[in-house]
């Protein structure tokens, strides 16, 4: 951060994730650097009476508060956390909110306390598609603020009936059983499972435990479109603020940015105005790689931030940007240097992560690759 | 050596309840069906802002473009939640309208969109019946990270078959409680 105290820079020294491609980031990144998409027929439950039958989920039904509690405690590990210092760590949660929202939280609370020594649930947000992204900036100002030396977030969302029927009623999702972010004919998104957790640090406090860190979390920016219950605003002057704010945070140039992991959850307004954005910030026909990961992974609702951060972290430390799937051809008003087909090599050092949600919410996160 | 006095909490520019003792229903939102929470958080929340700025015409756009919103509840929008799980547990037609206030987001974009608020979008579900505690630290949070320079902070509950009860406050970051020629110079590096 400009003129910022070194030691509380923000880092990311715990990652932890499952997803429709299995357990951990490596079955994840494999999938999105090859563009293989996870969608297949729902068998997690009856979907006969719907229009859309795709999603991308584990076998089985898995347990959100089991998984949770499990993605928590590897996080935890793989950041080395003892757990004294867990007992310090507030644990911000992101989670879909329905009637078992206050379970879950009650159930991971108390199991976290027994396995890592996290103290409490600090805090729960619901807020749609960047509640985990807003979790995580809340954790990163705990941490400069001084409130806090480190901080865990988890966020997961396992795809469930009733939210599948929502968005089938609303002809929310793809009908091809594809997403295709930025495409002609991209028809929506598809949902999928997510359940992760990231332990973010202050620099100082990774330094002096002798842990290395994965990555920073160099910036972050949030805002309102101020536009539309759910539809976001066309010209998507709010989502290029919230990347302005997270560059400026961090004092970083437009230029300096090497990749950017889209909101792009494939449907026809959102892509079109997410272009918009990144077009206002770096030009229109100059800008750094972009492709959504969701054309993979699919939609994880709350926990979708928290996955494609995952995802941008990962993609950084490998040096290997990941292929937006499912393309069939330019759109008009799509035009981004996309990374189609194959994996992009390329080390930037910096990466943005963007999402967008209902009530015209926008997120940026600015991923710094570890030195 | 005496250390600076630590800073307060946030200030209240205004505050506002649903309901008031003449308070009938709240009024309905376009596109809104089902559930009392969402007229009941556009309500209150429309209620705090008139006190704080008139109406969304007089109101001066330049604090408007840096007003975050966070929206509090404990139980969430239940009757929403129960309405989509009926109808799927026995099989009949989920209304599309659900969709789109399925998540609290919808009603806190609705009053953003209503009143020109840009800031941040926030959504929290609380552990205690009283939501007010947690969404003020949740408001903290956004004053304390910058991007906004006020909070529209919402609590909202309404359990089965009642209309509910909601709490709005407008917060601001609080003057630093000492007159800057009386501090110490900062030690260290003064970024938050």
């Not at chain 1, 985990?132 to 865990?152: E, N, W, Y």
């Not at chain 1, 290395?212 to 010209?235: F, I, M, N, Q």
């Amino acid at each position: 951060m400009p003129g910022g105290d070194p030691a509380r820079q923000v880092v990311v020294t715990g990652l932890a994730v499952l997803s429709a491609l299995g357990d951990g980031t490596g079955p994840l990144v494999e999938a999105a650097w090859a563009g293989k998409p996870a969608f297949a027929p729902v068998t997690r439950f009856d979907v006969a009476g719907r229009r859309v039958r795709h999603a991308a989920h584990l076998p089985g039904a898995p347990r959100l508060a089991a998984e949770l509690t499990r993605v928590v405690g590897e996080a935890a590990a793989g950041a080395g956390l003892d757990r004294e210092q867990a007992g310090r760590a507030p644990l911000l949660l992101a989670l879909h909110s329905d009637t078992r929202t206050a379970a879950t939280v009650a159930e991971v609370g108390a199991a976290v306390r027994d396995t890592v020594g996290l103290p409490a649930v600090t805090s729960t947000a619901v807020g749609a598609c960047t509640a985990s992204s807003g979790a995580l900036a809340d954790a990163a100002v705990l941490l400069t603020a001084g409130r806090a030396q480190t901080a865990v977030v988890a966020a997961g969302y396992l795809v469930e009936p009733d939210t599948y029927a929502l968005f089938d009623a609303a002809s929310a999702l793809s009908r091809d059983g594809e997403v295709r972010p930025f495409s002609r004919d991209r028809r929506g998104p598809l949902l999928g499972d997510a359940v992760v957790a990231v332990v973010l640090e202050t620099a100082g406090s990774a330094h002096s435990r002798g842990v290395r860190p994965l990555a920073a979390l160099a910036g972050w920016g949030r805002t309102g479109d101020a536009h539309h219950v759910c539809r976001p605003a066309p010209d998507g002057a709010g989502l290029a603020r919230a990347v302005t704010a997270a560059l400026a945070r961090a004092g970083v140039a437009p230029g300096d940015v090497g990749y950017v992991n889209a909101n792009g959850t494939g449907s026809v307004l959102a892509d079109a105005a997410e272009t918009r954005a990144l077009h206002a910030v770096f030009g229109p026909g100059d800008g750094p790689p972009v492709s959504s990961t969701k054309s993979v992974h699919g939609h994880a609702l709350e926990a979708s931030a928290l996955l494609e951060f995952a995802v941008t972290v990962e993609s950084l430390r490998a040096g290997l940007l990941p292929v937006n799937a499912g393309y069939l051809g330019s759109a008009d008003d799509c035009r981004l240097d996309l990374v189609l087909h194959a994996p992009r090599e390329a080390r930037p050092r910096y990466a943005l992560s963007l999402n967008s949600a209902f009530g015209g919410a926008n997120t940026a996160l600015l991923v710094e690759a570890a030195a | 050596m005496s250390a600076a006095a630590p800073p307060t909490g946030p200030v209240t520019l205004a505050e506002a309840r649903w309901p008031e003792p003449d308070d009938q229903q709240p009024p309905r939102i376009p596109g809104f069906i089902v559930s009392p929470f969402n007229p009941l958080v556009a309500a209150v929340a429309d209620r705090c802002l008139r006190a704080a700025h008139g109406t969304p015409e007089t109101a001066d756009p330049r604090r408007l473009e840096r007003t975050a919103i966070v929206l509090a509840s404990a139980d969430g929008d239940t009757a929403t939640a129960d309405a989509v799980g009926r109808a799927v547990a026995d099989g009949s037609r989920v209304q599309p309208l659900l969709f789109f206030q399925s998540n609290p987001n919808a009603v806190a974009g609705h009053v953003a969109a209503r009143w020109g608020l840009r800031g941040p979008v926030s959504c929290v579900r609380t552990a205690d019946a009283d939501a007010l505690p947690a969404a003020l630290a949740a408001a903290e949070l956004l004053l304390l990270d910058g991007d906004a320079t006020e909070v529209l902070v919402i609590a909202a509950d309404a359990a089965a078959g009642t209309p509910g009860e909601a709490r709005a406050r407008l917060l601001a970051p609080a003057p630093h409680p000492v007159p800057p020629r009386l501090t110490a110079p900062p030690k260290g590096n003064p970024h938050p």
